[in-house]
């Protein structure tokens, strides 16, 4: 793979799909074996890229991965604790409507039970993970939410919709800085964590990925939240108010964002790779869906043409995405600067794949 040649966006996501599968067995990307969210990401990247251009490999592999976690009668293992585990989910749907198994049905019910034993705080807010008390991050508006979403429209449990607006509504009222127009990556409303801010309980920094997150996840609400349906204008609002802000953070030289997004001046933060593909991602459908100018389509150009820079190839000329953050909790400034980085992490790929999908129409647009 050589970055000196002319490839459009779709060209990108193809080589990014290839040298994953060329790399692994659906049953066999890492963590292997495993119903986990690092899968379901880079896996519903990949479908976006089977609906762009119909290519029954990615379908077929896709379906692999489920059918190898999920038995006939709907049992698989997954973790019943934590937001995180719904996410895989995303993949059921579109398997329940393609086939007569039921088994992708009864997955995606279980998965949908999570959200009546989940603990959550005082105002209805789902905690992340049980380990964290009284914690909402904003991994968790992207990792539960658009499954919930998608459950209400498939199968008629309409009030989900307003269990997701509440979400992100508390995020927003906790979460959110004004001056920035950011938010950071966690609040515990018990203020007990070592990083939350006795005033507030919030974790004192904007992590890049952690606001992709939830780009992400604002974006695909309005996928499933038709026009002039309750809470769609607000979602509206927020989305481009949200793009607004990120724009402000962008490295002018390279065209990504930092792992800390605000704190680019600093010389020990770096521009991180997985942030930089959800924001783009972000920006474009923003734009596409009218809610945002040129000022925004510019950045996400920008944003893509960096991350095509910074793309490497191994010795089989296979796609390699580099720079991106490990898994992370919310911590302090040296827990984001400090953590390690990988390459091909499922995270990143994923999301770079979702960039790709969207930037298609958008790249070679002239202004």
Excluded at 257 to 284: P, R
């Amino acid at each position: 793979m050589r970055n000196d040649v002319k490839l459009t966006p779709i060209d990108w996501a193809r080589a990014a799909c290839d040298s994953l599968m060329d790399t692994y067995l659906p049953e066999k990307l890492p963590p292997a074996g495993r119903w986990h969210y690092h899968q379901g990401v880079f896996l519903c990247g990949m479908e976006m890229l089977w609906q762009a251009e119909g290519d029954e490999r990615y379908a077929a592999y896709i379906k692999r991965y489920v059918d190898k976690l999920v038995d006939e009668c709907g049992n698989f293992d997954f973790a019943r604790d934590e937001l995180d585990a719904i996410q895989v989910g995303l993949l059921l749907f579109r398997l329940d409507d393609q086939g007569d198994e039921r088994k992708y049905r009864i997955a995606a019910d279980k998965l949908r039970s999570l959200f009546d034993t989940l603990h959550r705080t005082s105002e209805g807010g789902f905690w992340h993970k049980d380990k964290y008390a009284y914690n909402m991050w904003l991994d968790g508006l992207y990792m539960g939410g658009v499954f919930a979403l998608k459950y209400a429209n498939a199968y008629g449990e309409i009030a989900l919709r307003d269990m997701v607006l509440h979400q992100e509504q508390l995020m927003r009222r906790y979460m959110r800085d004004e001056k920035t127009g950011l938010l950071y990556h966690a609040w515990d409303e018990s203020k007990q964590m070592p990083w939350a801010d006795p005033e507030t309980g919030c974790s004192p920094e904007f992590w890049g990925r952690s606001l992709g997150w939830y780009g992400l996840a604002v974006a695909q609400f309005l996928d499933e939240i038709a026009e002039g349906e309750a809470g769609r204008a607000e979602l509206e609002a927020v989305l481009a108010d949200f793009s607004q802000s990120l724009i402000k953070y962008q490295d002018g030289e390279s065209g990504l964002w930092y792992q800390v997004v605000d704190k680019g001046h600093l010389a020990d933060n770096w521009l991180e790779t997985s942030c930089t593909c959800l924001f783009v991602y972000t920006l474009a459908r923003a734009y596409k869906l009218g809610l945002v100018g040129d000022e925004c389509l510019d950045a996400a150009r920008r944003g893509f043409e960096g991350l095509v820079r910074v793309v490497q190839s191994d010795e089989q000329g296979r796609f390699i995405l580099p720079d991106i953050c490990i898994g992370t909790s919310a911590g302090d400034y040296e827990n984001y600067v400090t953590r390690p980085t990988s390459q091909n992490d499922l995270h990143g790929v994923g999301a770079f794949i979702m960039a790709c999908v969207e930037m298609e129409s958008l790249v070679d647009r002239k202004e």
